[in-house]
């Protein structure tokens, strides 16, 4: 199996507010440090990677952000045209498709053509064009919408070779599938918190890429890793001490601090076991206790991928 950075084509999926542009960034960083030309992709999102890469705001055209690194936030419209513009090169003959009215509604009534539209440019961007093709960069790292819909992008491609009749649209969803599912050249990267709900979800979203999906996983992020400050055997005594306190004791705030701790210490103890069940190379990234997150932040969380 290749290393994580070796793949041409990276899912960073998982549940909403687990951090998946944060692991998307950071990626993108720890790529391309090692010279790989790198796209990091988001699928029409609220955007938060600039704040990230400091770099000012990522829209819908690509921008360059670091050394060897691109960002671009992809929107349904713009990704359609930009797409069928590099499937058929000439505008002349773009517009002769893709602003047919048969085409045109053709398309309104395929099932994920918008998903399809932004999943289409980004591979397009990996693979180029042809069997033998090259894309623009050695990797593109696509930022997914959260589970739920990033799951439904994720079968796009499937329904789009189920209903489709032959011609350019299938023929390239066949193409997109054949890289999606070679665990050589693409993966989905699952990142979580080490918490009860996040973790449940994991578990059922690992189950639904491989089982349903037929996609491989490489890696497993674990974010916001609290340092461990108590031991299992410490932990009944810290949460037991505020309720072993006189009224007004100098250190009941300190004691209710410590007995959250532990409580938190231990969710996530058992979280991480459930989680150890899953069969790929586990990464743990460490809460960084900043209210707003920066280059220099992602710089540090991107050593944890090389």
Known sequence: MPALLDHRFLFV???????????????????????????????NAKERLSSLYECPPIGEKIVHVAPNLDAVNMTPASALEEYGMM????????EAVFENR?????????????????????YFHAVGHGPEGRGDYDLVI???????HGLDMLRVPQ????????????????????????????GCVVVTLP??????????????????LRLPVPALVVNQLLPKLFSTEERPL?????????????????????????????????SLQRLASLPMP??????????????SHVESLSRAFD
């Open 159 to 186: 329904v789009i070779v189920d209903v489709a009749p032959p011609g350019l649209l299938r023929r390239e969803a066949e193409r997109a599938l054949e890289l999606f599912r070679d665990p050589k050249r693409a």
């Open 102 to 122: 048969f085409v045109r509604a053709f398309l309104r009534g395929t099932p994920g053509i918008e998903a399809w539209a932004m999943l289409g440019k980004a």
């Open 238 to 270: 810290v949460t037991g001490l505020p309720a072993k306190l006189a009224e007004g004791s100098p250190i009941a705030s300190l004691a209710t601090a410590g007995r959250t701790r532990a409580l938190r210490e231990a969710v996530q103890e058992a």
């Open 13 to 43: 999926v998982g549940k909403g507010g687990v951090g998946k542009t944060t692991v998307a960034a950071s990626l993108g960083l720890a790529a391309a440090r090692k010279g790989k030309r790198t796209l990091v992709a988001l699928a």
């Open 282 to 295: 586990r990464i743990s990234l460490p809460r960084i206790f900043e209210p707003e997150l920066g280059r």
């Open 87 to 94: 499937v058929l090169k000439i505008r002349a003959l773009y």
């Open 195 to 212: 918490e009860d709900m996040p973790a449940n979800e994991t578990l059922e979203l690992h189950a639904a890429l491989v089982n349903d």
């Open 142 to 148: 696509l930022d997914a919408p959260a589970t739920g």
